[in-house]
């Protein structure tokens, strides 16, 4: 399997089998009043296991859902009852938002195996897939932690890309946020992007049934917005979430390892030493 989305009807014939694990990775956008728990807790896809990012993610960093250390990811991965051998298939309730976050922090953590539902839950309902209300448990496991440092960059690697035009920066962000004329939904961000930077608003990835766009349109969506497909590439959005969206989309085109500036806008912009730019 090169693709990594499955849909609603590969898993359906496989739910259940010991070696493929679900994992409901549903998170919802900062100021909305429903959490991705409370998604979980009314419906989900039986067996799945809840992967709460928030909770999971590195808190002594004052930015949120960070990367966590590779040694608490382990630990938390196995008593979730995930294995390296199975393969893991990611989803949320949303479609497609933060299942490729989750999508993107297990191969960095060593899970060879991953692919995201293509629709997410709103595909699998539509297909008449069971959901379920109970929370799923499994046997925990013993994990090793691992760690691909080439799949994250961080706030000074972005930096000296930026500065040496070594790779192409995307930025996952609704063009309004980009250009800085729409405040940021986390207070103390300045408006703008990072200079040099380009625009693909995640959205424009993904169709109106929440499933992503073929490899063709795929292909064009990113070539209309500049994006050079043969040359490095680094995605980047808000707060890492949706700049994985584009890093799945450039694996559904064989770019398979792209990184994600993990600290992205959040970051970037809530920093006083870093330069800003506004416009297109």
């Not at 009807?9 to 998170?27: E, F, K, N, Y």
């Not at 994990?143 to 040496?164: C, G, H």
């Not at 929440?210 to 795929?218: C, D, G, I, P, V």
Request: proline letters at 8%.
């Amino acid at each position: 399997m090169t693709d990594p989305l499955v849909t609603a009807d590969w898993l359906g014939r496989r739910i259940g089998r010991s070696d493929v694990s679900v994992v409901d990775a549903s998170l919802r956008m900062v100021g909305e009043p429903t959490t991705g728990r409370q998604d979980y807790d009314a419906g989900h896809i039986p067996g799945a296991v809840f992967f709460d990012i928030e909770a999971l993610s590195d808190h002594a960093s004052p930015l949120p859902h960070m990367l966590p250390a590779p040694e608490t990811f382990a630990e938390a991965a196995g008593a979730l009852g995930l294995r390296r051998e199975a393969t893991i298939v990611v989803y949320d309730s949303q479609g497609m938002f933060s299942a490729p976050r989750i999508w993107w922090t297990l191969r960095i953590m060593g899970f060879p195996s991953v692919f995201v539902l293509d629709g997410g839950l709103i595909a699998w309902r539509a297909q008449g897939g069971p959901v379920e209300r109970t929370p799923a448990t499994h046997p925990s496991t013993l994990l090793e932690s691992v760690f691909d440092p080439d799949l994250v960059r961080d706030l000074d690697a972005v930096r000296d890309l930026l500065e040496r035009r070594e790779a192409q920066l995307v930025d996952a962000r609704s063009r309004p946020r980009f250009r800085g004329e729409a405040p940021e939904p986390r207070a103390g961000l300045r408006p703008g992007h990072m200079p040099g930077a380009c625009n693909l608003p995640w959205q424009d990835l993904v169709r109106p049934d929440a499933t992503m766009k073929s490899a063709a349109e795929l292909k064009a969506v990113f070539e209309a917005a500049g994006v050079d497909l043969a040359a490095p590439i680094v995605t980047t959005c808000g707060s890492g979430v949706t700049a994985a969206i584009l890093a799945l989309a450039l694996a559904r085109l064989g770019r398979l390892n792209v990184p994600v500036y993990d600290g992205s806008w959040t970051e970037w912009g809530g920093r006083a030493d870093t330069a800003v730019a506004t416009g297109a």
